[in-house]
């Protein structure tokens, strides 16, 4: 009995101090959760670390002539932890009114007062990652880290600056949407920004961070753990004088035409640099802006500009000559159950191969076309592959359409495919594939593909250069390529882009009215498309030029009239600005005496009077009745000028002064334009060719 009384004890006992225990335990859980949680929690974040990522400085993108499109400037998030290591409370006591003070004069959002109680709360808080100001500049940054404090750094004074980084764009719209953008929203990345992406974006760095109360994360070193090593710069072939001229030319057709969209695209003719591609389109508040790359991105039927493509094709087949005639029907043809039509009725019916160019009859084109390939149409569309009108150009920049040109083995194939694809419909073809095209002609039928990106630069050293490609060295016979260049500049003299014929550069292209066709197909709603495509100067030429304006809708859309301003305008701008397109002046061999005087050219008895006033020796011709200096030895040598000055002829002024310039000009018929102080130096009409009475004379005048 006395030992299973011991027993029932002992189990008593033990199940006794059990319980105890589990109450134990239990108290302790409660304690931790709900008395000492927050210092527990604290401590465990402490002990977790991670390495994050350094975000490197993205590379800059520049102009062809150096200009900055495209950079990124740092800004900075400034943080404070109140108990760092070594910031004290004392230390802080004392000095937290100085910095008050400062970062009030700083910033000027706050009072001292204010940032004081900001920064006493973060410390009696125990906060380590507190949020003191966002979005600050890199100037900003170098005064605040002289302020007390934070003049000690993170670890003694709290200070932890997180770096961001912000893409600015110093030219705002210009070239927006070719120059492009990544964002960080999700949003589509465009342009150069996408298409080198992983060369500006550079290799991201590691710093070690702790994480602390209230699931932040804290720097736990002032210096990365792994830099970043920063994205390279790329070089680009736009010129921004050129850009900017292009963009404002294509903007004011835009408005004076309440067109919806278009765009402009200047390449450099040897090499296929693109030095301009402007695209602007109209937005709901009816302002213009960069929102489509319409220049790569779009595709139409390109109308009559496309006329050149089958003109070449006749030539290289030999099935035409430009002296050969063609019955243009006076502007209506009949194909099966459609009517090709001509813009109006020329006023002749049978007109030459060179004259059915120039004024853009659609009638003698087609029939041109029809009548020699109708039984093989497969030879036509050949060769229109062979010049890659059907292949995208393969620019460096995302987003280029693939162009249409259908065959005979397409289902949408009928039997007026032929008459309507040689004149530009039932096809689409980009701007910049069919400007590659026309920059070919001009080229000596070299054709070279576009590039935007001339080089990739690392610390100002070059580590990619991008050469130009040839794409085909010769699209066609130097006997066709001589044809196609003379229609070509026919169009201006006398066609139906004669508005842009001027006496200072000359130039060759074709302009391009088309339907575009409604969403559901035909041509109902009657849309239309200006363009023009052309090159300048036609003798040499140096740039290439296309112009897209889509939907002009002020009653006035012929490309002549819509597109071909903006042409000129640009050629105009970069004729003036560009000395290497002036002719050459020929070298002054004049052998001068540094004691005798250097007269202008003028009239003979102005400079006798003048020389004899001055005591001056000189011989002259006592015939003359217009005299010009050749030289200085014993006295002034003066001959007669006559022989340059005869009637009907361009009278030469070269070395003239104004007065006399212009009166000599005048009086033989001529409009004078004048540029420039001092003598002549230039005259835009060259001595001794025969002119219209009335035609302009530019006369350039210098030191």
Same mark, same amino acid.
């Given at each position: 009995?006395?030992?299973? @009384?011991?027993?029932?004890?002992?189990?008593?006992?033990?199940?006794?101090?059990?319980?105890?225990?589990?109450?134990?335990?239990?108290?302790?859980?409660?304690?931790?959760? /709900?008395?000492?949680?927050?210092?527990?929690?604290?401590?465990?974040?402490?002990?977790?670390?991670?390495?994050?990522?350094?975000?490197? #400085?993205?590379?800059?993108?520049?102009?062809?002539?150096?200009?900055?499109?495209?950079?990124?400037?740092?800004?900075?998030?400034?943080?404070?932890?109140? !108990?760092?290591?070594?910031?004290?409370?004392?230390?802080?006591?004392?000095?937290?009114?100085?910095?008050?003070?400062?970062?009030?004069?700083?910033?000027?959002?706050?009072?001292?007062?204010?940032?004081?109680?900001?920064?006493?709360?973060?410390?009696? *808080?125990?906060?380590?990652?507190?949020?003191?100001?966002? #979005?600050?500049?890199?100037?900003?940054?170098?005064?605040?880290?002289?302020?007390?404090?934070?003049?000690?750094?993170?670890?003694?004074?709290?200070?932890?600056?997180?770096?961001?980084?912000?893409?600015?764009?110093?030219?705002?719209?210009?070239?927006?949407?070719?120059?492009?953008?990544?964002?960080?929203?999700?949003?589509?990345?465009?342009?150069?920004?996408?298409?080198?992406?992983?060369?500006?974006?550079?290799?991201?760095?590691?710093?070690?961070?702790?994480?602390?109360?209230?699931?932040?994360?804290?720097?736990?070193?002032?210096?990365?753990?792994?830099?970043?090593?920063?994205?390279?710069?790329?070089?680009?072939?736009?010129?921004?004088?050129?850009?900017?001229?292009?963009? *404002?030319?294509?903007?004011?057709?835009?408005?004076?035409?309440?067109?919806?969209?278009?765009?402009?695209?200047?390449?450099?003719?040897?090499?296929?640099?693109?030095?301009?591609?402007?695209?602007?389109?109209?937005?709901?508040?009816?302002?213009?802006?960069?929102?489509? *790359?319409?220049?790569?991105?779009?595709?139409?039927?390109?109308?009559?500009?496309?006329?050149?493509?089958?003109?070449?094709?006749?030539?290289?087949?030999?099935?035409?000559?430009?002296?050969?005639?063609?019955?243009?029907?006076?502007?209506? @043809?009949?194909?099966? *159950?459609?009517?090709?039509?001509?813009?109006?009725? !020329?006023?002749?019916?049978?007109?030459?191969?060179?004259?059915?160019?120039?004024?853009?009859?659609?009638?003698?084109?087609?029939?041109?076309?029809?009548?020699?390939?109708?039984?093989?149409?497969?030879?036509?569309?050949? /060769?229109?592959?062979?010049?890659?009108?059907?292949?995208?150009?393969?620019?460096?920049?995302?987003?280029?359409?693939?162009?249409?040109?259908?065959?005979?083995?397409?289902?949408?194939?009928?039997?007026?495919?032929?008459?309507?694809?040689?004149?530009?419909?039932?096809?689409?073809?980009?701007?910049?594939?069919?400007?590659?095209?026309?920059?070919?002609?001009?080229?000596?039928?070299?054709?070279?593909?576009?590039?935007?990106?001339?080089?990739?630069?690392?610390?100002?050293?070059?580590?990619?250069?991008?050469?130009?490609?040839?794409?085909?060295?010769?699209?066609?016979?130097?006997?066709?390529?001589?044809?196609?260049?003379?229609?070509?500049?026919?169009?201006?003299?006398?066609?139906?882009? /004669?508005?842009?014929?001027?006496?200072?550069?000359?130039?060759?292209?074709?302009?391009?009215?088309?339907?575009?066709?409604?969403?559901?197909?035909?041509?109902?709603?009657?849309?239309?498309?200006?363009?023009?495509?052309?090159?300048?100067?036609?003798?040499?030429?140096?740039?290439?030029?296309?112009?897209?304006?889509?939907?002009?809708?002020?009653?006035?859309?012929?490309?002549?009239?819509?597109?071909?301003?903006?042409?000129?305008?640009?050629?105009?701008?970069?004729?003036?600005?560009?000395?290497?397109? !002036?002719?050459?002046?020929? !070298?002054?061999?004049?052998?001068?005496?540094?004691?005798?005087?250097?007269?202008?050219?003028?009239?003979?008895?102005?400079?006798?009077?003048?020389?004899?006033?001055?005591?001056?020796?000189?011989?002259?011709?006592?015939?003359?009745?217009?005299?010009?200096?050749?030289?200085?030895?014993?006295?002034?040598?003066?001959?007669?000028?006559?022989?340059?000055?005869?009637?009907?002829?361009?009278?030469?002024?070269?070395?003239?002064?104004?007065?006399?310039?212009?009166?000599?000009?005048?009086?033989?018929?001529?409009?004078?334009?004048?540029?420039?102080?001092?003598?002549?130096?230039?005259?835009?009409?060259?001595?001794?060719?025969?002119?219209?009475?009335?035609?302009?004379?530019?006369?350039?005048?210098?030191?």
């Amino acid at each position: 009995m006395g030992i299973k @009384k011991d027993i029932y004890s002992r189990i008593t006992i033990a199940f006794a101090a059990m319980v105890i225990f589990s109450f134990a335990i239990l108290w302790k859980i409660f304690s931790i959760q /709900h008395m000492e949680g927050a210092y527990w929690r604290g401590l465990a974040d402490s002990l977790t670390t991670r390495y994050s990522s350094i975000e490197a #400085d993205r590379g800059n993108i520049f102009s062809s002539d150096g200009h900055l499109l495209a950079t990124s400037l740092p800004r900075f998030e400034i943080r404070f932890d109140s !108990h760092a290591e070594g910031l004290s409370s004392e230390f802080f006591n004392q000095n937290v009114g100085s910095l008050s003070q400062s970062l009030a004069n700083l910033f000027g959002d706050k009072t001292a007062s204010d940032y004081r109680y900001e920064l006493t709360n973060a410390r009696n *808080n125990r906060e380590r990652y507190h949020l003191l100001k966002k #979005d600050i500049s890199y100037t900003q940054l170098i005064k605040l880290k002289e302020f007390s404090i934070f003049k000690e750094g993170q670890y003694k004074g709290g200070l932890i600056v997180k770096q961001m980084n912000t893409r600015y764009y110093p030219y705002k719209e210009l070239a927006n949407r070719t120059i492009g953008y990544v964002r960080k929203n999700g949003a589509k990345p465009v342009g150069l920004e996408a298409r080198f992406d992983s060369v500006l974006s550079g290799i991201p760095g590691q710093k070690l961070e702790q994480k602390i109360s209230g699931g932040n994360w804290m720097p736990v070193n002032d210096e990365n753990e792994i830099d970043p090593q920063n994205g390279k710069d790329i070089i680009t072939t736009i010129d921004v004088g050129i850009q900017d001229v292009a963009e *404002n030319a294509l903007l004011k057709t835009l408005l004076k035409n309440n067109a919806d969209h278009g765009c402009v695209i200047v390449m450099e003719v040897k090499t296929g640099a693109i030095k301009a591609i402007a695209n602007l389109g109209r937005s709901r508040d009816s302002s213009y802006w960069e929102k489509y *790359n319409y220049a790569l991105g779009e595709a139409h039927e390109p109308g009559s500009t496309f006329k050149l493509a089958s003109m070449m094709a006749l030539l290289e087949d030999g099935y035409v000559k430009l002296s050969d005639t063609i019955d243009t029907e006076h502007g209506r @043809k009949m194909y099966f *159950n459609q009517t090709m039509k001509d813009a109006e009725d !020329h006023g002749e019916s049978r007109v030459t191969v060179k004259k059915c160019f120039a004024i853009s009859s659609n009638v003698g084109v087609s029939k041109l076309v029809y009548n020699n390939y109708f039984k093989q149409p497969e030879k036509y569309l050949q /060769h229109l592959r062979s010049w890659e009108l059907d292949q995208p150009v393969g620019v460096d920049i995302p987003g280029e359409r693939v162009p249409y040109i259908k065959n005979t083995n397409d289902k949408l194939w009928s039997r007026v495919s032929l008459p309507w694809m040689s004149v530009g419909y039932e096809l689409n073809i980009t701007p910049i594939r069919l400007l590659t095209f026309y920059n070919a002609v001009a080229n000596n039928g070299v054709m070279v593909k576009p590039y935007i990106i001339q080089s990739v630069k690392e610390f100002g050293n070059t580590v990619k250069e991008y050469e130009p490609l040839v794409i085909n060295p010769k699209i066609c016979s130097d006997a066709t390529l001589a044809s196609v260049k003379q229609l070509l500049e026919d169009v201006v003299l006398e066609g139906t882009a /004669h508005n842009l014929l001027n006496p200072y550069y000359s130039c060759a292209g074709k302009t391009g009215t088309a339907q575009i066709t409604n969403d559901g197909g035909g041509y109902a709603n009657k849309v239309y498309q200006s363009s023009f495509y052309g090159y300048f100067p036609a003798e040499n030429p140096i740039y290439s030029v296309c112009v897209i304006v889509n939907a002009p809708s002020n009653g006035v859309y012929y490309g002549s009239a819509v597109a071909g301003p903006v042409f000129k305008e640009i050629a105009d701008n970069i004729f003036s600005t560009n000395l290497n397109i !002036h002719p050459s002046v020929e !070298h002054d061999t004049t052998q001068y005496n540094p004691t005798l005087p250097i007269v202008k050219s003028g009239f003979s008895s102005d400079l006798q009077y003048l020389f004899h006033s001055l005591n001056i020796p000189f011989t002259g011709d006592d015939n003359g009745t217009w005299w010009q200096q050749t030289g200085i030895q014993q006295g002034v040598q003066l001959a007669s000028m006559n022989e340059t000055i005869q009637q009907g002829t361009v009278p030469d002024v070269i070395g003239m002064g104004l007065r006399d310039a212009i009166y000599l000009l005048e009086s033989s018929g001529l409009k004078v334009v004048v540029q420039g102080t001092g003598v002549v130096k230039t005259q835009s009409l060259t001595a001794g060719t025969k002119f219209l009475k009335g035609q302009i004379i530019s006369i350039t005048l210098g030191s």
